[in-house]
């Protein structure tokens, strides 16, 4: 990714941090009119699930990154990769804050673990030290957040960066059973396991992990107890074994083709895994295509094949969250934070239905 900071992109930053620095991010309710109905089928579908097909969100300056479904409100939960944040998203289009401002990072890839009533959330500041709003004498700052899912507060906050030198911590997947918290770095290419307690356990990487361009990613961890990560350049898939232990194995998934990238990714209650696509992370001027792909395996996944490859209409989705609804993909903007370039819809995120 091109390090260099067009004043476009630090005035974005800054602007974002003086609104956290002004007060709490208020509640914005969605137009009805935003809500996207489609035909009359489409709205009548929409009204059973609870959850309309798309949600255009209007919130100026909050640009997430990650999402993930609350059982406990029945509602999203989003990031902020400008105000690092954690903020609650109804289904009416309504933004209101969960988790204030802990450090000038970013707040990216995160999940509810409903069973210990904790939001778990990858930070970083890798995006404010690129654009020059954080100090680069500084040590970096990455790490994984564990807060209360009741009213946000913290409870612990792991540094995992590790001595790199621009550590990027991007996604993360908790083991239901054990509580192990386990965080992926697209800058230095790892995966570091956290306990529940927030203690670093351990750091491991693969030869196959390494990339100039962005690497680890996207990350969910099996009920059968292995982890299944997505490396972002090249759309790659691991399995990775034992990951409890001093020597986790690693295996590529052999899949039937590779999507343009591996993004945000997210197991389905039948099995297959959902994943997002984008070009928004290629470098050298290499160009691919957002779309959502599924991809489902016979074999624990040691294979998969891609079983719906479907084009994105809504630009730059980087995640999905599964919901007792449907499927919900985001697009957060994150593109005008990356280069300055307003999106399509300014001061909105969207929300929609897969």
């Given at each position: 990714?091109?390090?260099?900071?067009?004043?476009?992109?630090?005035?974005?930053?800054?602007?974002?941090?003086?609104?956290?620095?002004?007060?709490?991010?208020?509640?914005?309710?969605?137009?009805?009119?935003?809500?996207?109905?489609?035909?009359?089928?489409?709205r009548r579908s929409a009204a059973r699930c609870a959850l309309p097909g798309t949600l255009a969100v209007t919130a100026p300056n909050l640009y997430p990154e990650g999402v993930t479904w609350d059982p406990t409100r029945k509602a999203f939960l989003v990031g902020s990769s400008t105000q690092g944040t954690i903020s609650v998203v109804r289904a009416d289009g309504s933004v209101t804050p969960l988790v204030a401002p802990f450090a000038q990072v970013s707040v990216l890839g995160l999940t509810v673990d409903a069973r210990r009533g904790r939001v778990v959330a990858a930070y970083t500041d890798y995006f404010g030290r690129m654009l020059g709003i954080v100090d680069p004498s500084l040590p970096p700052v990455s790490g994984v957040g564990v807060f209360d899912l009741t009213t946000g507060a913290v409870r612990h906050l792991a540094d995992a960066s590790g001595g790199a030198d621009l550590p990027r911590a991007n996604d993360v997947a908790v083991d239901e059973r054990h509580g192990d918290i386990y965080l992926t770095d697209t800058g230095a290419d790892t995966v570091t396991r956290v306990s529940r307690d927030g203690k670093v356990l351990g750091v491991f990487s693969d030869p196959r992990f390494e990339t100039a361009d962005t690497g680890p990613n996207g990350i969910v961890h099996h009920p059968a107890g292995f982890l299944l990560m997505a490396k972002y350049d090249g759309g790659r898939l691991f399995r990775i074994d034992h990951p409890r232990s001093s020597r986790p194995v690693v295996r590529e998934v052999r899949l039937?083709?590779?999507?343009?990238?591996?993004?945000?990714?997210?197991?389905?209650?039948?099995?297959?895994?959902?994943?997002?696509?984008?070009?928004?992370?290629?470098?050298?001027?290499?160009?691919?295509?957002?779309?959502?792909?599924?991809?489902?395996?016979?074999?624990?996944?040691?294979?998969?094949?891609?079983?719906?490859?479907?084009?994105?209409?809504?630009?730059?989705?980087?995640?999905?969250?599964?919901?007792?609804?449907?499927?919900?993909?985001?697009?957060g903007g994150l593109r005008e934070v990356l280069t300055g370039v307003p999106s399509a819809t300014p001061g909105q995120f969207h929300l929609r239905r897969r």
């Open positions: 990714m091109d390090v260099s900071v067009p004043a476009s992109r630090r005035t974005l930053l800054q602007v974002a941090a003086a609104g956290v620095a002004g007060g709490a991010l208020a509640a914005v309710p969605l137009p009805a009119s935003a809500h996207s109905g489609g035909d009359r089928r489409h039937d083709r590779h999507p343009t990238s591996l993004d945000g990714i997210a197991l389905r209650p039948d099995g297959s895994l959902v994943a997002a696509a984008n070009d928004l992370s290629l470098s050298g001027g290499r160009q691919g295509r957002d779309h959502v792909v599924v991809l489902r395996s016979t074999d624990h996944w040691r294979s998969a094949r891609t079983v719906q490859d479907r084009t994105w209409s809504v630009e730059d989705p980087t995640t999905v969250a599964v919901t007792p609804y449907g499927d919900y993909v985001l697009s």
